[in-house]
């Protein structure tokens, strides 16, 4: 009984981790704190220069 349970188990996260490769998230990439500030100055520098 404990081997079958075992393949089975296996066999079914091998499934799984298949599965959840195959649908993207729809989560947005992380974007550092630091890499936030920069863009921002940068958005900022163009502002000012487009004003100018």
Known sequence: MNRKKKIKSTLLAKKKKA???LH???KPKYISKAERERLAEQAQENIE???S
Do not use: C, L
């Open 24 to 26: 993207k998230s729809n």
């Open 19 to 21: 599965n959840a490769k």
């Open 49 to 51: 220069n487009s004003e």
